[in-house]
C-alpha cells in the first residue's frame, strides 16, 4: 500500500503556477493541488477559478494552441486528455506560448 510507505502523500499538493503574463488576462494567484494527472490537478485549480478553465482549455477539454503547461520543468506530451503524471511535488507552470517573427 503506497499510503504506508509514502504517508506524505497525504498532505503534499502539487502547487500550479500562473506566469504573470497570463495573470493580466485572468486573476489567478498560484495553487495547491491534489491528483496523479495534469487534468486533475487542473481541475482543483478551476474549481478554485472556473473562469480560468474556459482560457486553458478549449470545448473538448485539450489544452488551447496559445498554451504551455510544464511539469518540473518538462513540457507535456499529451496536450488532449491532460494524462501526464504528476507527484504531490510537482511544481506545475501554466502560461501562454510565445510565437514570433
Not at 485539450?62 to 518540473?72: E, G, S, V
Request: aromatic share 6%; proline share 4%; with cysteine.
Amino acid at each position: 500500500m503506497v499510503k504506508a510507505i509514502l504517508p506524505w502523500y497525504d498532505f503534499a499538493m502539487a502547487t500550479v503556477h500562473f506566469t504573470s503574463n497570463l495573470r493580466r488576462h485572468v486573476d489567478c494567484p498560484r495553487v495547491e493541488s491534489t491528483g496523479g494527472t495534469v487534468k486533475s490537478v487542473l481541475e482543483g485549480a478551476f474549481a478554485a477559478n472556473p473562469q480560468l478553465r474556459h482560457y486553458i482549455l478549449d470545448d473538448q477539454g485539450a489544452l488551447r494552441k496559445h498554451m504551455r503547461i510544464l511539469i518540473d520543468g518538462e513540457a507535456i506530451s499529451d496536450r488532449h486528455h491532460l494524462s501526464d503524471i504528476v507527484t504531490p511535488t510537482s511544481q506545475i507552470w501554466v502560461m501562454q506560448a510565445l510565437s514570433g517573427g
